[in-house]
């Protein structure tokens, strides 16, 4: 006579949990055991199949570092170029020729399609200048109210047609310029791109952050 009993999974598990001297008790039942292969697919040991999962990890982990270790070089060079635009603001001896620079140095250093600022507020000899053209109060309310920069598509804002080539622009930064944290914005920095997702909603903003507000304090020598 034979007898058909339906074991619950989660039990044998559980048992064997609250059990850990049961292959100590049972030795013969860990060199019989014959487990699936994930790999191969045939009929394996149970040490081997140990050995797979652990290879599956230590793989995993090697992939997780691999990426770790490519972010820390990216954002070692972002450091570096970051560091050297830094100091091109700080050499500039021309107070008006320092909006210029500092839109040049962003567009060569870091890649970006298309850059430019608007400033309000500016010295009265700085007036005429095409870094001081008119914005709207809409503008100067949206840039005050910025804590952090904004990115996103492009939604025809009124900042994009700033920009060289205002058609072109898919996704926008738009960075609020101040001398200080806490201080109202007197101005505007705008990075534009073709590509929709290089200036993401969900990007992190942290080095934008770090342009922001080293463009806030260089360009601070401009305002009356």
């Given at each position: 006579m034979s007898t058909s009993l339906d074991v619950d999974g989660d039990a044998v598990a559980a048992y064997l949990a609250a059990h850990p001297a049961f292959f100590d008790e049972h030795a013969e039942l860990l060199s019989g055991l014959r487990l699936a292969s994930s790999v191969s697919g045939r009929a394996i040991?149970?040490?081997?199949?140990?050995?797979?999962v652990l290879r599956d990890k230590?793989?995993?982990?090697?992939?997780?570092?691999?990426?770790?270790?490519?972010?820390?070089?990216?954002?070692?060079?972002?450091?570096?170029?970051?560091?050297?635009?830094?100091?091109?603001?700080?050499?500039?001896?021309?107070?008006?020729s320092l909006p210029q620079i500092l839109i040049d140095?962003?567009?060569?250093?870091f890649d970006v399609p298309q850059a430019?600022?608007?400033l309000w507020g500016v010295k009265d000899e700085y007036a005429h200048a095409w870094f001081a053209a008119g914005v709207s109060d809409d503008v100067r309310i949206f840039s005050n109210g910025l804590d952090t920069p904004f990115c996103?598509?492009?939604?025809?804002?009124?900042?994009?047609?700033?920009l060289p080539?205002?058609?072109?622009?898919?996704?926008?930064?738009?960075?609020?310029?101040?001398?200080?944290?806490?201080?109202p914005a007197f101005g505007l920095l705008v990075l534009g791109s073709d590509e929709l997702g290089r200036f993401s909603e969900d990007m992190s903003t942290d080095f934008l952050s770090r342009f922001a507000g080293t463009a806030g304090a260089a360009l601070a020598c401009l305002r009356t």
């Amino acid at each position: 006579m034979s007898t058909s009993l339906d074991v619950d999974g989660d039990a044998v598990a559980a048992y064997l949990a609250a059990h850990p001297a049961f292959f100590d008790e049972h030795a013969e039942l860990l060199s019989g055991l014959r487990l699936a292969s994930s790999v191969s697919g045939r009929a394996i040991s149970l040490q081997e199949r140990q050995m797979e999962v652990l290879r599956d990890k230590i793989k995993t982990l090697e992939l997780k570092l691999a990426g770790l270790l490519r972010i820390g070089r990216e954002n070692d060079s972002i450091a570096e170029r970051f560091h050297e635009w830094t100091c091109s603001l700080l050499a500039t001896k021309s107070e008006q020729s320092l909006p210029q620079i500092l839109i040049d140095g962003l567009r060569e250093r870091f890649d970006v399609p298309q850059a430019t600022l608007r400033l309000w507020g500016v010295k009265d000899e700085y007036a005429h200048a095409w870094f001081a053209a008119g914005v709207s109060d809409d503008v100067r309310i949206f840039s005050n109210g910025l804590d952090t920069p904004f990115c996103g598509p492009n939604k025809e804002f009124e900042a994009a047609l700033w920009l060289p080539d205002p058609a072109a622009v898919r996704s926008i930064a738009m960075l609020p310029l101040r001398a200080a944290s806490g201080e109202p914005a007197f101005g505007l920095l705008v990075l534009g791109s073709d590509e929709l997702g290089r200036f993401s909603e969900d990007m992190s903003t942290d080095f934008l952050s770090r342009f922001a507000g080293t463009a806030g304090a260089a360009l601070a020598c401009l305002r009356t």
